[in-house]
């Protein structure tokens, strides 16, 4: 499971959303949703792009607007390099990925790929290592940089509550969450697990600091003892939003994205925390061998580092800037937002990228079957 697949799918849905509403035009749509800082190409899905010499192939979870990435990133790529961007919206599954790799003549070059994914196909020997002469670390949050991933956006799992019901005495960390007599009402949580084992870790009295290794064991019987207070496990950031707009539930862990959103359109009234929340990174990932060279690729990586283009990622769809310098570019009143920021990014804890890439598989069937049970 590609975790961050339904997050991608959710950034381009958010845009849609603004054009519908004329908050934005088609063609700002078209150029934003490209712009994903490459990790979402607006490509039509099953319509594998093969390489040709004089480019590289970027590989996301797909999309509607097929001239979109080249308006946004492929032209001004190729004006400054003189080599050409293709999209395929085909989806980099890992095993995608490691078939590429064993075909022995790939036709991808750059993946959208979780960082947890993309170390353990590096360390098989399928991807290239990133190249931090041509990707700037200093253009990187400190701990964010991987030996085959680099990052380019953030987001978190926190918590969102309702403000009409809990103005007055309002959640303070994970543990008001799973607190059902302080804070009546249903609650929902992600599907996918990602980041609902550290909650649920929090939730049963672990500290931030000793999360990792995470105790799945623990964790799963929390989720056996706490299941029935969760009215929906919502697996797309749409769901996550009506749950909480409705009044289904009064409080839910959802992505930071959707509960800017919510804070926005509610004028407050569903309102959110950064504490106790779980930063996760997005990364950019190149394939061994990859047909427009290891040197093309790293520099359209280091392209994607530009502070104003993060900015309008931030602007447009909440995303945190991977690089720090666009962290002041970002208005005040709009800074608490930002994941990333100095006082948010403290009161949370990064996802262990080493942790997911040992054991999120595993974790995830069983958790599942928890939930579905």
Same mark, same amino acid.
């Given at each position: 499971? +590609?975790?961050?697949?339904?997050?991608?799918?959710?950034?381009?849905? &958010?845009?849609?959303?603004?054009?519908?509403?004329? +908050?934005?035009?088609? @063609?700002?749509?078209?150029?934003?949703?490209?712009?994903?800082?490459?990790?979402?190409? &607006?490509? %039509?899905?099953?319509?594998?792009?093969?390489?040709?010499?004089?480019?590289?192939?970027?590989?996301?979870?797909?999309?509607?607007?097929?001239?979109?990435?080249?308006? =946004?990133?492929? +032209?001004?790529?190729?004006?400054?390099?003189?080599? @050409?961007?293709?999209?395929?919206?085909?989806?980099?599954?890992?095993?995608?990925?490691?078939?590429?790799?064993?075909?022995?003549?790939?036709?991808?070059?750059?993946?959208?790929?979780?960082?947890?994914? =993309?170390?353990?196909?590096?360390?098989?020997?399928?991807?290239?290592?990133? /190249?931090?002469?041509?990707?700037?670390?200093?253009?990187?949050?400190?701990?964010?940089?991987?030996?085959?991933?680099?990052? %380019?956006?953030?987001?978190?799992?926190?918590?969102?509550?309702?403000?009409?019901?809990?103005?007055?005495?309002?959640?303070?960390?994970?543990? /008001?969450?799973?607190?059902?007599?302080?804070?009546?009402?249903?609650?929902?949580?992600?599907?996918?697990?990602?980041?609902?084992?550290?909650?649920?870790?929090?939730?049963?009295?672990?500290?931030?600091?000793?999360?990792?290794?995470? *105790?799945?064991?623990?964790?799963?019987?929390?989720?056996? *003892?706490? +299941?029935?207070?969760?009215?929906?496990?919502?697996?797309?950031?749409?769901? %996550?939003?009506?749950?909480?707009?409705?009044?289904?539930?009064?409080?839910?862990?959802?992505?930071?994205?959707?509960?800017?959103?919510?804070?926005?359109?509610?004028?407050?009234?569903?309102?959110?925390?950064?504490?106790?929340?779980?930063?996760?990174?997005?990364?950019?990932?190149?394939?061994?061998?990859?047909?427009?060279?290891?040197?093309?690729?790293?520099?359209?990586?280091?392209?994607?580092?530009?502070?104003?283009?993060? &900015?309008?990622?931030?602007?447009?769809? %909440?995303?945190?800037?991977?690089?720090?310098?666009?962290? /002041?570019?970002?208005?005040? /009143?709009?800074?608490?937002?930002?994941?990333?920021?100095?006082?948010?990014?403290?009161?949370?804890?990064?996802?262990?990228?080493?942790?997911?890439?040992?054991?999120?598989?595993?974790?995830?069937?069983?958790?599942?079957?928890?939930?579905?049970?």
């Amino acid at each position: 499971m +590609k975790q961050n697949q339904t997050f991608t799918d959710d950034q381009l849905e &958010l845009l849609a959303q603004k054009a519908r509403t004329g +908050k934005i035009s088609r @063609r700002k749509f078209a150029q934003l949703g490209a712009a994903l800082l490459g990790t979402a190409a &607006l490509a %039509s899905r099953g319509a594998p792009v093969l390489a040709d010499d004089g480019q590289i192939v970027f590989v996301s979870w797909g999309g509607d607007a097929v001239d979109a990435y080249d308006d =946004a990133y492929g +032209k001004p790529f190729e004006e400054a390099t003189g080599i @050409r961007v293709r999209q395929d919206g085909s989806g980099p599954t890992e095993g995608a990925i490691q078939a590429q790799f064993e075909s022995g003549s790939p036709s991808w070059d750059i993946v959208d790929a979780d960082a947890f994914s =993309a170390e353990t196909l590096g360390k098989k020997g399928m991807m290239e290592p990133i /190249d931090y002469s041509v990707v700037d670390k200093s253009k990187t949050r400190e701990g964010f940089g991987w030996e085959y991933a680099a990052s %380019s956006y953030f987001f978190s799992y926190i918590i969102a509550y309702d403000a009409t019901k809990f103005g007055d005495n309002p959640p303070t960390s994970m543990a /008001d969450f799973f607190d059902t007599e302080t804070y009546p009402g249903k609650r929902s949580m992600y599907k996918w697990g990602a980041g609902m084992w550290e909650a649920l870790l929090m939730g049963d009295g672990v500290a931030q600091a000793d999360l990792y290794p995470l *105790d799945i064991e623990r964790a799963h019987a929390k989720l056996q *003892d706490f +299941k029935e207070h969760v009215i929906s496990f919502w697996g797309n950031g749409a769901e %996550s939003q009506s749950l909480m707009l409705d009044g289904e539930a009064s409080m839910a862990l959802i992505w930071s994205t959707r509960a800017r959103l919510l804070d926005q359109d509610t004028d407050g009234e569903v309102s959110f925390i950064w504490q106790d929340g779980i930063l996760s990174p997005g990364t950019m990932a190149v394939i061994k061998g990859n047909p427009g060279g290891a040197d093309a690729a790293m520099k359209f990586i280091a392209s994607a580092q530009d502070p104003e283009k993060q &900015l309008v990622m931030f602007d447009m769809l %909440s995303q945190g800037p991977a690089n720090p310098a666009a962290d /002041d570019l970002i208005p005040e /009143d709009q800074r608490k937002y930002n994941p990333v920021a100095p006082d948010n990014f403290a009161k949370q804890i990064p996802l262990d990228v080493a942790w997911y890439e040992e054991n999120y598989g595993a974790a995830l069937d069983e958790y599942l079957a928890i939930i579905s049970a």
